[in-house]
């Protein structure tokens, strides 16, 4: 009934994404941390590898892998850095699995398969000043016009708005109807009436690109509306469905991480004649993120292969993304702690994983949003409802076979 093997190609990217972070990522990320500077030509070279679109099928210019290879990949990233996997989190899940599940043709054509070949960057724009939690809060306007639409608004904490060519925004076409008066549109940045703003000294993911998008009367050709007219609110929760599976799946790796520096610093340092690795206490934290890790990893793949098998992981999601993403942040601080003052320097890597780790439990639904919806699914209070589109199963040939 259970096989926890990796297949081959699971294996082999693997070992791909890990020699990649080992090579291109490790050197120099101390740097880019410090400096607060994106690298743009991690991009190009993730690509190559065609890590860009590695769950997206062929036919519109992925590696047609599956969802557990998605895991995998943001998983070693983020042991890397965090920036890198919230590259992919945001570009492959909230972006282009999103217009998988919910683009027509036209959109699938014109804009994912630019994005999963890597020729193009596709961000999630949903938060605003006034609303990050509350989604059915947010304050951008479109107005239909001809057959175009106008947006104006302002989005903010957008990941890559410094980066991407694509933007998928959210805006009221209906102001009065709540959270159901939400569309989805594509925007081009280069739509005469966008502009970006990046963020500096963010207490982490420095290596990162992270901003605000300005909307001023922006002209969105009605083939660019995703779904339809008020179905943004759901499109918006199934991207995130996608998004926070990646965001757990990196923070397995950023605990992958933290025990990798522990183990070392255990061995090196001694205190009171003996490595501290052979204290107890020091041996407790140790344990807890071994425990963290591998009930994450669980929870994680639990989620990828729901997706595989084209069931819905709502509920599942959330909890790996809690679980996980809590967890990592644990283990960072305790990570810290084993290394003392050294710990407290920008001389380890430790510091950088706990200021990175903060944003897990904060971006993608706060933690205590999960808990929230974690109550609500065991109380009764939520039931998830069929939605009109959905993610395609993995094999995608067997599943277009099937429709
Ligand atoms: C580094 C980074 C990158 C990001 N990238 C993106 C991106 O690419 N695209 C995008 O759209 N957004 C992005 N975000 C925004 C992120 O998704 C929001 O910050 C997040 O959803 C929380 O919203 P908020 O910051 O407005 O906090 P608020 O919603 O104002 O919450 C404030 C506090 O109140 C608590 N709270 C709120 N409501 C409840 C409730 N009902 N019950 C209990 N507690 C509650 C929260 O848990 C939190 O502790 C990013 C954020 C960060 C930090």
């Not at 890397?80 to 945001?90: C, M, Y």
């Not at 605003?128 to 107005?143: F, H, K, L, M, Y």
Request: hydrophobic share 40%.
């Amino acid at each position: 009934m259970f096989d926890f093997s990796y297949s081959e190609d699971q294996l082999a990217v693997k070992k791909l994404v890990r020699k990649f972070v080992d090579k291109e990522i490790m050197p120099n990320i101390e740097k880019w941390d410090e400096d607060q500077h994106f690298e743009n030509s991690i991009i190009d070279k993730l690509a190559d590898l065609g890590l860009m679109g590695v769950c997206i099928p062929e036919q519109y210019g992925g590696q047609g892998m599956d969802y557990i290879t998605l895991a995998i990949v943001c998983s070693e990233l983020e042991r890397g850095d965090t920036a890198f996997r919230t590259l992919v989190s945001v570009h492959t899940a909230l972006n282009s699995m999103t217009l998988l599940q919910w683009g027509n043709e036209f959109q699938k054509e014109k804009y994912l398969k630019p994005q999963a070949q890597g020729k193009k960057v596709g961000a999630f724009g949903l938060t605003e000043p006034n609303a990050g939690s509350d989604v059915g809060a947010i304050q951008t306007r479109a107005i239909k016009d001809g057959d175009s639409y106008i947006l104006n608004g302002s989005k903010t904490w957008i990941s890559l708005c410094g980066v991407a060519d694509h933007f998928l925004i959210f805006a009221k076409t209906s102001p009065d109807q709540g959270h159901r008066g939400i569309s989805c549109f594509i925007v081009e940045r280069t739509y005469p009436g966008v502009t970006t703003r990046g963020f500096k000294n963010k207490l982490g993911i420095r290596a990162g690109n992270t901003g605000e998008v300005f909307l001023e009367d922006v002209r969105v050709p009605a083939e660019n509306l995703v779904g339809e007219e008020g179905e943004g609110f759901k499109i918006a929760m199934s991207a995130l469905d996608n998004g926070r599976f990646s965001v757990a799946a990196g923070a397995v790796g950023l605990i992958d991480a933290c025990i990798e520096a522990s183990v070392k610093y255990a061995h090196e340092r001694e205190t009171f004649g003996k490595s501290i690795g052979k204290h107890q206490m020091v041996q407790q934290m140790i344990a807890k993120m071994v425990a963290g890790y591998e009930a994450s990893k669980l929870l994680v793949y639990r989620v990828g292969w729901m997706k595989n098998k084209g069931i819905r992981n709502t509920r599942e999601t959330s909890l790996a993304k809690w679980f996980a993403c809590d967890a990592a942040f644990n283990a960072a601080v305790d990570a810290v702690q084993i290394h003392g003052a050294n710990g407290y320097s920008h001389e380890f890597p430790v510091e950088r994983y706990m200021r990175n780790a903060k944003a897990l439990v904060i971006y993608e639904g706060t933690r205590e949003i999960h808990q929230v919806m974690q109550a609500e699914y065991a109380l009764g209070y939520r039931k998830d409802k069929e939605l009109r589109k959905n993610l395609p199963a993995w094999p995608f040939e067997e599943a277009k076979k099937l429709v």
